[in-house]
């Protein structure tokens, strides 16, 4: 089962899953005393699972490099590997997560992550049993770390997720010979949950806008799950083990309502916004929309998609990033098909994308003079290097939709007649949408 979940888990985004799923496979295998080297097997077959389904993400991307390996001393460009990846971290000197902030996306999880690790500092619960302690001195050291290092930083988000941090790991260290329960799981969770917010206040993976922006809310993907599923663990705990105590039952089960009510808001303010007051049927099919914004078009897209070949290359207008938000997008042919196209949304995606990779980023704006060259004419040499099987001839080929994209329609002479010439014929028509398929006479 571990092994299987690595083939979801250790991808860039979710590597802290990863990460727990191999850290309570190795607990296991010290738990059922298989010795350290069937548990390092049963590591390497979990790593390497991973790895090699992975595999051509890893071997062909090409990470930006923010400042570039140049910057480094001497003696790191030498060294393989390391380079690419100290160049592609940045340190985050601007502007800092407020408290206010991070408890609006967090505080229900952090209520019930403060009440577990409280309770378990305070009153020496344990896993599998009672007994008082004193808090731990590293509580202390661990607490006037993060106050130091939120004050001279700035960042008071590390002062919030430090003090129970901190505390989480003390509690783990102590139960360390226990068996796992759901007092430890829930602990183990909200620790990796903790860490990574700490560390993207500090750190980021540097990308096109150099700023922490996409290492911010992709990571903190990963730690909304880690606390949800953290915080019906610790919900669990709480609440067994306050029988001894009238009062703390009471108190979990007003707060678990509120908890349940705080997080509804959001999931049924914007059900009925997106849905425009559940005015509409609104099903799965995440193309339909296209019979009411561009019926033809969308016609155009479904056969197109019941014809084309493995292979296959489509015409289109080069796209803008976004633009026809709420509307049919720009690249809806080879988005919504599968199809390869010349170009995609050039700026800031395709940007992005290949910023690790010069030969390509100097491609972009040509190809997109190239749609326009072939456009215009599709025939020629263009036609060949780029391999076009077909031409599709819709709105943005034919029309300005605004000012917001310039490297799109009007395109010269779509629109003229006998239009695209010798070597294509028409293969479909619905509406103001046309497909052109490409003959031997091209």
């Not at 090699?52 to 993400?57: G, Q």
Request: hydrophobic share 50%.
């Amino acid at each position: 089962g571990a092994v299987v979940g690595s083939l979801y888990a250790a991808n860039s985004w979710d590597l802290p899953t990863f990460l727990l799923i191999a850290a309570v496979a190795l607990w296991r295998a010290w738990e059922w005393r298989l010795g350290a080297a069937v548990a390092t097997a049963g590591v390497a077959v979990l790593v390497g699972a991973a790895v090699v389904a992975w595999l051509p993400f890893f071997v062909r991307y090409a990470p930006p490099e923010g400042l570039g390996a140049a910057a480094l001393p001497a003696a790191l460009r030498e060294l393989p590997v390391l380079p690419s990846v100290l160049a592609s971290i940045g340190v985050q000197t601007g502007e800092r997560t407020s408290v206010g902030e991070y408890l609006t996306i967090f505080g229900v999880p952090y209520l019930f992550a403060v009440w577990l690790i409280g309770s378990g500092l305070v009153g020496g619960r344990r896993a599998g049993g009672g007994g008082r302690g004193s808090v731990s001195p590293a509580v202390a050291a661990g607490a006037l770390l993060a106050g130091a290092a939120a004050v001279l930083l700035g960042a008071p988000v590390v002062l919030l997720c430090g003090l129970p941090l901190v505390g989480a790991v003390v509690l783990l260290g102590r139960d360390a010979r226990r068996e796992w329960s759901p007092r430890g799981i829930a602990l183990a969770l909200f620790a990796l949950g903790f860490a990574l917010s700490i560390v993207v206040e500090l750190f980021f993976l540097r990308d096109l806008f150099d700023s922490r922006m996409n290492t911010l809310f992709k990571v903190y993907y990963q730690v909304w799950t880690l606390f949800a599923v953290g915080t019906a663990l610790a919900m669990v705990t709480i609440w067994q083990e306050a029988r001894p105590r009238w009062a703390a039952r009471p108190v979990l089960a007003v707060a678990g309502v509120a908890a349940v009510a705080a997080v509804s808001v959001y999931p049924m303010v914007a059900s009925e916004q997106w849905t425009e007051g559940f005015s509409g049927w609104r099903g799965l099919d995440g193309i339909a929309y296209l019979e009411q914004r561009a019926p033809g078009e969308g016609e155009a897209i479904h056969w197109l998609q019941r014809q084309a070949q493995p292979g296959d290359v489509v015409l289109e207008a080069a796209g803008c990033s976004y633009s026809g938000n709420s509307d049919v997008p720009y690249n809806r042919v080879s988005a919504f098909t599968g199809m390869a196209a010349i170009i995609g949304w050039g700026r800031n995606h395709q940007s992005q994308w290949r910023a690790g990779q010069p030969q390509f980023l100097a491609e972009i704006d040509p190809r997109a003079e190239d749609v326009r060259s072939l456009l215009a004419d599709p025939h020629g040499a263009l036609l060949e290097r780029y391999g076009v099987d077909w031409l599709f001839v819709g709105r943005y080929e034919t029309e300005r939709q605004g000012n917001d994209c310039r490297a799109a329609g009007p395109y010269e002479g779509v629109g003229e007649a006998g239009y695209p010439g010798a070597g294509w014929e028409l293969a479909f028509e619905a509406g103001d949408a046309r497909i052109y398929r490409r003959t031997d006479a091209a």
